[in-house]
């Protein structure tokens, strides 16, 4: 008798502990993690692709070089669009903790304009050199320069398909917990693609230029 009362007590307590404790993961954890897991994945490819540029930059099968083909003035606009697409997301962050819909909207859409406005000067940027000759097949320098710039533009590109995605699921939903939480990781996504272009700007355009 006493064994059973025993047993009895010991499964009172186990299923008392699993109820204590079994919200102690915060909503959404997993898929944050599991979006870290991928941003690192991310960073292996750009690696890999800043990895082959360090390799082939140079390599201009007496073709153009970067001082040739690249305009600074042009590229440092195009950088501008994408740092103030990372300011005007702090903004929709900060007005999405303040619960506020219409101005998440307005600056999520700021940001969506901005990235558009980087897709098109660097589609600008990729049709004037294949104007010029100087398309991804012209040399070893030209293919590693198309592949890394262009992987990231398809990058800005899904972003801002994702954004718009999101802008409909808020005007839809409002500011629902697992709305904040995609726009949370979207952020992240977001910021991450700003230090790649950081990084494209300094070792593509700037060494480039002093090459």
């Known amino acids: 008798m006493s064994q059973s009362v025993t047993a009895d007590s010991t499964g009172d307590l186990t299923a008392r502990y699993f109820d204590l404790h079994e919200h102690d993961h915060p909503e959404g954890g997993?898929?944050?993690l599991g979006f870290w897991i991928y941003l690192m994945s991310d960073c292996l490819i750009f690696a890999m692709l800043f990895a082959a540029y360090a390799v082939f930059g140079g390599n201009y099968a007496a073709g153009p070089s970067p001082?040739?083909?690249?305009?600074?003035?042009?590229?440092?606009?195009?950088?501008?669009?994408?740092?103030f697409s990372s300011i005007t997301y702090g903004?929709?962050?900060?007005?999405?903790?303040?619960?506020?819909?219409?101005a998440t909207q307005m600056w999520l859409a700021i940001t969506g304009l901005?990235?558009?406005a980087f897709l098109a000067i660097e589609l600008y940027?990729?049709?004037?050199?294949?104007?010029?000759?100087a398309g991804p097949q012209r040399s070893a320098?030209?293919?590693s320069f198309f592949t890394l710039v262009g992987t990231h533009g398809l990058h800005v590109t899904f972003g801002i398909i994702w954004l718009v995605t999101l802008m409909v699921q808020v005007a839809k939903k409002g500011l629902i917990q697992?709305?904040?939480?995609?726009?949370?990781?979207?952020?992240?996504?977001?910021?991450?693609?700003?230090?790649i272009w950081i990084g494209?700007?300094?070792?593509?355009?700037?060494?480039?230029?002093?090459?």
């Open 30 to 32: 997993s898929t944050m």
């Open 67 to 83: 001082r040739d083909l690249f305009d600074l003035d042009l590229i440092a606009l195009n950088t501008a669009m994408l740092l």
């Open 178 to 195: 697992a709305n904040k939480r995609r726009l949370m990781c979207l952020s992240l996504f977001w910021h991450f693609l700003d230090v």
């Open 91 to 102: 903004f929709a962050m900060l007005e999405m903790e303040k619960g506020k819909v219409g």
């Open 125 to 133: 940027e990729f049709s004037h050199l294949i104007h010029l000759g």
């Open 200 to 211: 494209v700007f300094t070792f593509v355009y700037l060494m480039g230029m002093l090459r």
């Open 114 to 116: 901005f990235g558009a």
């Open 141 to 143: 320098f030209l293919s």
